[in-house]
């Protein structure tokens, strides 16, 4: 059982370079999520998805794109990148209903954008 | 919309002394869950504890522990016997139902030697 695993760990991009970050887990949790950190600014979410098919904008999802194809991947686009996008993201997973209720981590992507 | 505030952006204590983080959330929910995450150097968020709304009795997980006052909306985290590794961010956080997780912006905590 891996949990929640995100790749890659580091990236560095240019200003308008497009990217993924991969995010999967393997607890079948229905509810998917992403958040960048920031200094200061604990964490903030960007998209969500409740199951395959299923996404919707969290806090700042301006610049990001999702999908969820399958129950266990869920990845996360960046169109165009910039240097404010530079920050640490991370996935997370949990029960959508039922089980649980606390979220699972992955361990992070820092992403620097120059 | 619900807020959580850690108003303690850092605190530092001796090793094995006891140390009181503060948190306090605003929901007109009655039925909710609160968290206690740990992020160490290593940046990995780790589940410390959890408390039920809908529970009077207060959550404990070995040296941790939560002083949980419902009418206050007031969840703060006890780390008792503090050890070098309990260094780290902690960020406390609310979550009603399948709803997203709502985050305060952390407390830095420094283990003096």
């Known amino acids: 059982n891996a949990g929640v695993t995100q790749t890659p760990k580091f990236q560095v991009l240019k200003t308008g370079q497009s990217m993924t970050l991969q995010c999967a887990q393997d607890m079948n949790h229905e509810y998917m999520s992403w958040y960048r950190q920031d200094p200061g600014m604990g964490l903030r979410l960007i998209h969500y998805?409740?199951?395959?098919?299923?996404?919707d904008q969290g806090e700042v999802p301006n610049g990001y794109n999702v999908s969820r194809s399958t129950t266990e991947d869920f990845p996360l686009r960046l169109l165009s990148a910039a240097p404010s996008q530079t920050s640490v993201y991370f996935c997370?997973?949990?029960?959508?209903?039922?089980?649980?209720?606390?979220?699972?981590f992955g361990p992070g992507t820092r992403l620097t954008v120059t | 919309a619900q807020t959580v505030t850690q108003s303690q952006p850092e605190m530092s204590v001796q090793e094995a002394e006891t140390v009181t983080l503060s948190c306090t959330y605003d929901t007109s929910e009655s039925d909710y869950y609160l968290f206690w995450y740990k992020q160490p150097p290593s940046r990995q968020m780790i589940l410390v504890i959890r408390?039920?709304?809908?529970?009077?009795q207060n959550a404990t997980e070995n040296r941790f522990s939560v002083n949980f006052q419902k009418a206050a909306k007031s969840f703060s985290l006890k780390i008792s016997d503090s050890q070098l590794g309990d260094a780290a961010m902690y960020f406390c956080a609310y979550k009603k139902g399948a709803q997203k997780l709502v985050f305060g912006q952390g407390t830095r905590l420094t283990i003096n030697p």
């Open positions: 408390q039920e709304a809908y529970k009077q």
């Open positions: 997370a997973s949990s029960y959508f209903s039922g089980g649980t209720p606390e979220q699972y």
């Open positions: 998805s409740v199951g395959a098919g299923i996404t």
